[in-house]
């Protein structure tokens, strides 16, 4: 039983998609009506389920600057790719939400990489321009599972504070599927600091 207003599917649409290294895959991208937050997430389909598995699901904030420019201050970028090849093989949805840098928006997220040239972690990094360590949200993220009717969920993710969300708003997370860990020499503090500020991922090893 969701805990929310229901959402209802809007449009769906079928895209093939390529990324830079040349894996291919089809999408349903699906939009929605009647978000908690009025914004413009989208879900993507991929794969087929088979009868009585529980689809795989990745909420996947959005970031301009590692999903679209290949940034690596962070490992978004890496794991955006990997949840679509790994939800294609399984079947479920990705769910592109926008709430960039953790809620708090492009602009105050590269503030915040401003500070982090000080010395700041990426946390400290927020809360020194005013806000919360991470303003996310995943109540329209609920609601677009119930439009998609899909209230048992794999969820792919390291963040319990997900699981938590979605679990009180009424989805049952049957699983949970740890992502890879992308490392590179920009975001080693970045990572380090979701490991021990957020509790991810503490004994995951770092992935390529």
């Known amino acids: 039983m969701f805990d929310f207003l229901p959402a209802a599917v809007r449009t769906e649409v079928t895209v093939p998609l390529r990324f830079p ?3 291919t895959t089809t999408a349903r991208v699906f939009t929605f009506h009647g978000l908690v937050d009025a914004r413009e997430h989208l879900a993507f ?3 087929r389920l088979t009868d009585g598995r529980v689809p795989l699901v990745r909420p996947h904030s959005e970031c301009l600057t590692g999903d679209v420019f290949g940034s690596q201050r962070c490992d978004c970028g890496p794991q955006l790719r990997e949840a679509v090849e790994r939800i294609a093989d399984a079947g479920g949805y990705l769910l592109y939400l926008r709430q960039e840098g953790r809620g708090v928006g492009l602009y105050t997220k590269l503030d915040a990489y401003a500070l982090q040239d000080t010395g700041l972690d990426t946390f400290e990094a927020n809360l020194a321009l005013g806000h919360r360590e991470d303003e996310r949200d995943y109540t329209a993220a609920a609601q677009m599972l119930g ?3 899909a209230d048992r969920i794999a ?3 390291n963040n319990p504070d997900k699981t938590d969300q979605l679990s009180r708003l009424g989805v049952t997370v049957t699983e ?6 992308y490392r590179s020499p920009a975001n080693v503090g970045y990572l380090a600091a979701k490991a021990t500020r957020a509790a991810r991922f503490a004994e995951l090893p770092f992935g390529g």
């Open 147 to 149: 439009a998609l009717g």
């Open 45 to 47: 389909g991929l794969g």
């Open 21 to 23: 290294d040349g894996f």
């Open 155 to 157: 969820l792919l993710s």
């Open 176 to 181: 949970c599927v740890p992502t890879g860990v």
